[in-house]
């Protein structure tokens, strides 16, 4: 039998200033619930005291008027006195008290403190004073034992003690505690904001490592990080700009020779020879291109603008079958809505140009699908009817160089960039893409960016 917990994990916030408020309000409700449980107790403490010292000399000034009538006229004079609300007296000869129900003894030595403040004169002092019961729990019994003989029995009833009896303390306890959260709020949204900041920042990175530097104000915690930050930033840039300037410089360097060594083969007199030499340096010439090809897109200065992902697909759909006209009529664009996003048009299309061509290649057809945005997200598909990728290599296919074909064969099997190149562009933009076998056969590469 198993039990299950409750979700604490939905009602968990995951942001960080949503925990932190969180946190800080749960702490001022248990601050506000001691707060108002010390105030109650101190509330009930004090309105004890006051029942006391008012219960002590009530009952003390019926005493002393009762005392003070003859004995004849006294039950006619209690029968006229006002006694107050909550309050009754008789006359009888007997203590008319419980002794299984005692008064507390802080409450009574506090009810015979406050009887002191009553003047009564010396030979009317009462012989013996008891007390029964509490005055707000079925109420008070004093019963005074008189000088000639025969007890003045006195009961006072109170009220429950009331700690919020104040009219305007709710209305006060209110606004301070709207208060307290307006400012825990404001105090979070400026604590937090430069962490969102902070992330924002390192999201346009990603996507433009030429994106502007982070200001360096505020605190001084706050300030160092947007220091730190800038100075990774332009570290990440320079490193970037010379691996590109390296990779030109190989590419301008090699092309010499292999222009060179075109130029003398020309002059080999074996046919088979010569051919044999000009096909080596065609593939030499194709991996140095797509090597810099590589690298000039993975570290692509062009700027970022707004475009309709829908034509551009349509655009390098129309292309690829202009270029191969056998296989225009297995190119296919179902696109459900017009996206439109911020990112570099040239990047892009050579991004989707490889995973097209890729379908094209391998399975003669690409059906491409812009689906309907999610929230954020924009998701394109490629499909193809070929062979599909070994499972074991789905995720290796995307590392450069690497290719599926065992023969290494460059008309069949290509360089191994284009992959690489594609999935390099699309997170450069924020999004990835991701390769599976289709379950009636042929391979999908789905393709996320953000909106």
Not at 71 to 90: C, F, I, N, Y
Not at 142 to 154: A, F, K, N, R, T
Not at 330 to 353: E, I, M, Q, S, Y
Request: hydrophobic fraction near 45%; proline fraction near 8%.
């Amino acid at each position: 039998m198993s039990i299950k917990l409750w979700p604490t994990r939905k009602l968990w916030p995951t942001s960080l200033g949503a925990r932190t408020l969180l946190t800080l309000l749960l702490g001022l409700a248990l601050v506000q619930a001691a707060g108002l449980t010390i105030h109650a107790y101190d509330r009930i403490d004090l309105q004890h005291q006051e029942e006391a010292r008012t219960i002590g000399m009530r009952a003390m000034g019926i005493y002393r008027s009762i005392v003070a009538t003859s004995v004849p006229e006294r039950q006619a004079a209690l029968h006229d006195l006002d006694l107050g609300p909550g309050t009754s007296a008789k006359l009888q000869q007997g203590p008319p008290l419980d002794p299984a129900d005692p008064t507390p003894d802080q409450l009574a030595h506090a009810i015979r403190f406050s009887m002191s403040f009553v003047q009564v004169r010396a030979v009317n002092h009462p012989h013996d004073v008891q007390m029964r019961g509490v005055p707000w729990d079925g109420g008070i019994t004093i019963g005074y034992l008189l000088p000639e003989g025969g007890w003045l029995s006195v009961k006072i009833i109170t009220p429950p003690p009331r700690p919020w009896h104040s009219p305007t303390f709710l209305w006060a306890f209110g606004v301070m505690t709207l208060c307290a959260a307006v400012l825990s709020f404001w105090a979070v949204r400026q604590l937090t904001g430069p962490v969102a900041t902070l992330a924002a920042a390192a999201e346009a990175l990603g996507r433009d490592v030429n994106a502007p530097p982070l200001p360096e104000d505020g605190p001084d915690e706050v300030a160092r990080a947007a220091s730190a930050f800038n100075t990774m930033a332009s570290r990440i840039r320079r490193f970037v700009q010379d691996r590109t300037f390296l990779l030109a410089a190989i590419g301008h360097d090699l092309r010499t020779p292999i222009t060179r060594l075109k130029l003398r083969a020309e002059f080999i007199d074996d046919d088979e020879l010569r051919d044999k030499f000009l096909a080596d340096l065609d593939e030499l010439d194709t991996m140095v291109s797509a090597t810099l090809a590589f690298g000039r897109d993975t570290s692509d200065m062009e700027p970022a603008v707004p475009l309709d992902l829908a034509a551009l697909l349509r655009t390098i759909l129309d292309e690829t079958g202009d270029a191969r006209p056998a296989a225009a009529d297995g190119l296919t664009l179902d696109a459900t809505a017009h996206v439109t996003l911020r990112g570099r048009p040239v990047a892009l299309k050579r991004a989707f140009a490889n995973l097209i061509g890729n379908a094209v290649k391998y399975g003669t057809t690409a059906r491409v699908c812009l689906a309907s945005p999610r929230p954020g997200l924009a998701t394109v598909t490629v499909e193809d009817d070929g062979p599909g990728v070994p499972p074991d290599q789905l995720e290796r296919v995307f590392d450069p160089f690497y290719r599926v074909e065992d023969s290494r064969n460059r008309e069949t099997g290509g360089t191994g960039l284009g992959l690489p190149i594609a999935r390099n562009i699309f997170r450069a933009h924020g999004g990835d893409v991701v390769l599976a076998n289709r379950a009636g056969g042929g391979a999908r590469a789905t393709v996320t960016l953000p909106v």
